[in-house]
């Protein structure tokens, strides 16, 4: 008997919320199976795993709006100094009731 093959497609909808916590949603999986009359080309180099991660970290990034930040030249010219703190000590003295 010839051998025969069966190629899986799944996809996996991916949530991201706004912190970059990435929730895969089981209930929503897509499963397509057809038949494969030959196998993809095999790999010669082993598998590396931390392809899949740096993959799903770009898409993010991709997805995701960058924050920036920014600060007018009035802001940093009107900024308030700061008065310098006053040492405090807690320590009794001779008046405060020490024998």
């Known amino acids: 008997m010839k051998k025969q093959f069966i190629m899986a497609s799944i996809k996996i909808?991916?949530?991201v919320d706004e912190l970059?916590?990435?929730?895969?949603m089981q209930e929503?999986?897509?499963?397509d199976f057809a038949l494969c009359n030959e196998l993809p080309?095999?790999?010669?180099?082993?598998?590396?795993?931390s392809f899949f991660s740096e993959?799903?970290?770009?898409?993010?990034s991709k997805l995701l709006p960058?924050?920036?930040m920014m600060v007018?030249?009035?802001?940093i010219r009107?900024?308030?100094q700061k008065r310098p703190k006053n040492n405090i000590t807690f320590k009794r003295g001779r008046n405060n009731g020490e024998p």
């Open 66 to 68: 960058v924050p920036t």
């Open 20 to 24: 970059g916590k990435i929730i895969p």
């Open 72 to 75: 007018t030249y009035d802001e």
């Open 55 to 60: 993959s799903l970290n770009d898409a993010i």
């Open 41 to 49: 080309e095999k790999k010669t180099t082993p598998v590396d795993y």
């Open 13 to 15: 909808p991916i949530e």
């Open 28 to 31: 929503y999986i897509n499963i």
């Open 78 to 80: 009107h900024k308030k």
